[in-house]
């Protein structure tokens, strides 16, 4: 997705936090996603923001959104090596369903 | 179980083949879609449908086409594959207006053109 655009690598050590950026361009998004994917799996919903609000926390994971800079994070409280993944930011797109632009897509290694 | 179903996960196409991508879902969602998923580039909108009947074209539509005669079924057909074809597609389904957690994805289908 060429309107949404992410760090390709993010390496840290277990037990550390990560942080994982993201910019898109599209104002008129309405959500916007994280998702998790491992090796020759599928994509997993890892959480989402309404675009009406700054900030999500769910367990580990603690979304930031700032609208003003069309920035959003993920980041990861006491990172482990299963989260070594690729994650992707998508925004929604068009004013409903599910046309999703996505970014490039970060690949985050845990290291021990 | 409830859920995006896509069929076949893996295929190995001559180029010039023809091929027919499966999805179905079983949640009465109006809305289903396709992506490409390329390395370091995402995944990308081939095609959607808001409904039965109707379809348009996403982003990187060329060689691909698709129909949506019901509400369950949304295939994607390459008429002639290449192998600038060669990626990983998914399938997606959501209702109208979905909330943060109601669009479904497909486990994926691994498709490689030689």
């Known amino acids: 997705g060429e309107d949404v655009e992410q760090s390709l690598f993010l390496s840290v050590r277990e037990g550390d936090s990560s942080v994982i950026n993201c910019t898109y361009t599209d104002s008129s998004s309405t959500y916007l996603y994280w998702y998790k994917q491992e090796p020759g799996a599928g994509l997993q919903l890892l959480t989402y923001i309404f675009s009406n609000m700054d900030m999500k926390q769910d367990q580990r994971l603690t979304v930031l959104l700032n609208k003003k800079d069309k920035h959003l994070s993920l980041r990861i409280a006491d990172t482990q090596t299963g989260d070594s993944a690729i994650y992707f930011c998508?925004?929604?797109?068009?004013?409903?369903?599910?046309?999703?632009?996505f970014g490039t897509g970060t690949q985050l290694k845990v290291e021990l | 179980n409830a859920g995006v179903t896509q069929t076949p996960k893996f295929q190995v196409l001559k180029t010039g083949q023809s091929m027919t991508l499966q999805c179905a879902q079983d949640?009465?969602?109006?809305?289903m879609s396709w992506y490409r998923q390329d390395p370091g580039m995402g995944l990308r909108l081939i095609h959607y449908s808001v409904g039965a009947g109707i379809t348009d074209q996403g982003e990187v539509p060329n060689g691909y086409n698709v129909s949506r005669s019901t509400t369950e079924d949304f295939p994607l057909r390459l008429l002639s594959a290449a192998p600038s074809q060669t990626s990983v597609y998914f399938c997606?389904?959501?209702?109208?207006?979905?909330?943060?957690?109601?669009?479904?994805f497909g486990e994926g289908s691994w498709l490689t053109v030689v």
């Open positions: 998508a925004e929604s797109i068009g004013g409903g369903g599910n046309k999703l632009t």
């Open positions: 949640m009465n969602h109006e809305y």
């Open positions: 997606a389904s959501s209702e109208r207006v979905p909330t943060g957690n109601t669009i479904y």
